[in-house]
């Protein structure tokens, strides 16, 4: 049996471990107060920022990163590290001031003289990539939360499958009114409750005021009730008694659910009234008057020795604990694999899968809806990669996100690689960045395009961070028929592809879209969006060497002659603009067709290239979407066939011929255009 020394070197709290944690530690109101201090000299000196939250909420923030938080200093991205998550990204000096105070290099006090300025890590918001130890970009209040629980339910997969030597560490969040206000954190509380993700807490900076005003003006539910009512163990503590904070986070440490530790905080200093902090700006008097309230004589941006001396022994006190981790990995089995996977490196043998599929693709040449030919590729994918994960906005059976033998993950195991999101496009999105943060694992997860739209924010944050994030978007244009105009995407492509570092994918048949797959796997820089439609799609290629969407959009069949037009299609329009061809040219008009999968990929390409591809004559374009963007592509007197407006409810084939999308519509613009 393990020693008790070896037992808590593994990471997990024993219950006299848990005992101890709670004990006051002395001085630790004025480690506190430093925190306060640094924040308002940071804000003084940026003139711009928000104080009230740091001042508010730096007792309970010093209790849990002084005796409960997992980390070194030394090493801010090691593996087994407890996360810090402050969802109320607009109290970024917290997470500054604790960082520069526990010792991390690159947080040193310039760091926070220059809050809020041009290459600063100490941005307005956290930013992830800034500082090694910013767990995640937040800003957009909700979504800390959203991607904490990605980064809990990341946890528990990986240590289903590595076990607790390797894996087996918190997610700790700071989350303001704001943030349990917005949608997300509804979908995210439900979610983390119903698969009883016990590792993850949330201290809630509970002090009833807003940006206008008081709480009490637009918001009345019992927030507490509402968490225990989605499976939450829940608390209520005064949040400037580090003494109650730690007995809570001990209570959390022993919880079997997800915790919610709401801390009534006065906003500003305890001792100066809520006058102090309520405001952007802090002027000389309030200043002064803070700092008073504090009893802080110190000069701007100085601490103490005897207070930085113990807070730099905090930054180090999960010392041991690491090395202790490292030895354990130096001769764990798995050591190969989960270092591969924790780096994101793919496994060398993935794409053999792939070729192997684009082989019989080539050969069979099925008729299907792209879909469909996404799900045979994840078939192929999902055994080749244990580190891809998937899920979907319960819509499994129309996505086709799942492949057999991935086995689902539910309340209390772990060991599957299917998530079931609910109806929770929101939670969905935000875990997904969560996951990827956390690193281990590569996520995808499914629904249709026109609810990309529940998802946008979280998307945004994911281009920001530049996570390995996959979207399987299906549906995607009047093409899904009868369920109508609420369904059927039309500005959803353009919106989508307005995105900086979004790599959207709409693949025309079965072999694009396992070459749009492989390009996803393979991009370890951004997210990716794989946009798949509902209707069945004919094969137009047999070729299956070269990934030639990899350069965004290629001549997919060239014209017969000197070429007069050149028709651009992504999708299922493709084989549209293939029709229109071969009636151009049995009228003696000799047109090539384009294929255009990825815009992004395309417009990386160098101009020689483009110019190669779209050619010097008149460009069509065409796609089931509006207009939008395609200028970029089609030049002066280009002609674009699509939507001007919303669909319909009717059969797919009646609908592209109701709306001209037809290949008798392309042939006549053609034609109209040469005379």
Not at 6 to 31: D, F
Request: with cysteine; net charge neutral; glycine share 10%.
């Amino acid at each position: 049996m393990a020693s008790l020394a070896e037992r808590r070197a593994g990471g997990s709290r024993l219950p006299e471990q848990t005992e101890i944690l709670a004990r006051p530690v002395p001085g630790e109101r004025r480690m506190a107060d430093a925190v306060r201090a640094l924040a308002i000299d940071a804000v003084q000196a940026a003139q711009s920022g928000h104080p009230g939250m740091p001042l508010g909420m730096a007792d309970a923030a010093t209790a849990l990163w002084t005796r409960f938080l997992k980390f070194d200093a030394a090493d801010p991205r090691w593996p087994d590290r407890d996360r810090f998550v402050l969802s109320a990204g607009h109290g970024s000096l917290l997470l500054y001031a604790l960082l520069h105070l526990t010792g991390h290099d690159g947080m040193e006090i310039d760091a926070l003289q220059r809050f809020r300025r041009l290459h600063s890590p100490a941005a307005g918001h956290p930013e992830y990539g800034e500082h090694p130890a910013i767990e995640a970009t937040t800003g957009p209040l909700g979504q800390g939360i959203g991607a904490a629980v990605g980064m809990a339910l990341a946890e528990r997969m990986l240590a289903a499958r590595f076990g607790k030597s390797l894996v087996d560490h918190r997610t700790w969040v700071v989350a303001s009114d704001g943030d349990l206000m917005e949608g997300i954190s509804h979908e995210a509380a439900s979610l983390a409750g119903h698969l009883r993700l016990d590792k993850l807490a949330v201290l809630y900076d509970d002090n009833g005021i807003s940006v206008d005003g008081e709480i009490s003006r637009v918001c009345s539910e019992d927030v507490l009730r509402r968490f225990a009512a989605y499976g939450w163990a829940v608390k209520q503590v005064d949040g400037h008694d580090p003494t109650a904070v730690a007995a809570a986070l001990s209570s959390a440490l022993r919880s079997r659910k997800p915790s919610l530790i709401a801390c009534r905080t006065s906003l500003g200093c305890p001792a100066a009234g809520d006058s102090v902090g309520q405001g952007v700006r802090m002027g000389p008097a309030e200043v002064l008057r803070a700092k008073q309230a504090l009893g802080w004589p110190h000069p701007p941006f100085t601490v103490p020795e005897t207070l930085a001396e113990r807070w730099r022994q905090a930054g180090s006190r999960a010392a041991g604990t690491r090395r202790a981790w490292l030895r354990r990995i130096a001769r764990h089995p798995q050591r190969a694999e989960f270092e591969r996977v924790t780096a994101g490196r793919l496994p060398e043998s993935w794409h053999e899968a792939v070729a192997v599929l684009k082989s019989r693709i080539a050969e069979t040449r099925p008729r299907l809806a792209s879909r469909q030919s996404s799900h045979e590729t994840l078939t192929a994918l999902v055994p080749a990669m244990p580190e891809l994960v998937g899920g979907s906005a319960d819509l499994t059976s129309s996505t086709l996100t799942f492949v057999k033998g991935m086995g689902a993950v539910a309340p209390g195991s772990y060991g599957g690689r299917y998530v079931h999101y609910g109806i929770r496009e929101h939670a969905m999105a935000g875990a997904l960045n969560g996951m990827a943060l956390h690193g281990g694992l590569i996520p995808y997860a499914g629904t249709f395009v026109a609810f990309s739209d529940y998802m946008r924010p979280a998307l945004r944050l994911a281009a920001q961070m530049r996570l390995r994030v996959i979207y399987v978007l299906t549906h995607d244009s009047i093409g899904l028929g009868e369920d109508g105009s609420t369904h059927q995407p039309i500005e959803h492509l353009a919106g989508l592809r307005a995105i900086p570092g979004v790599h959207l994918f709409r693949p025309a048949d079965a072999l694009e879209t396992a070459e749009c797959w492989e390009l996803a796997i393979r991009r370890a820089d951004g997210p990716s969006l794989i946009v798949l439609s509902r209707q069945p799609l004919p094969a137009l290629r047999s070729d299956c060497g070269e990934n030639r969407c990899a350069r965004g959009g290629y001549v997919l069949a060239e014209a017969e002659g000197p070429r007069q037009a050149t028709l651009i299609a992504t999708g299922s329009e493709v084989a549209l603009a293939i029709a229109a061809r071969e009636r151009l040219a049995a009228e003696g008009i000799a047109a090539a067709v384009v294929s255009l999968p990825c815009w992004e990929l395309f417009a990386l390409q160098d101009e020689a290239y483009r110019m190669r591809v779209l050619g010097g004559v008149m460009r069509i374009g065409i796609e089931a979407a509006c207009d939008f963007g395609w200028e970029r592509w089609l030049g002066e007197g280009g002609c674009f066939i699509g939507m001007s407006g919303y669909g319909a409810s009717a059969p797919c084939e009646e609908l592209y011929r109701h709306f001209g999308l037809t290949a008798e519509a392309v042939a006549l613009a053609v034609r109209r255009r040469m005379h």
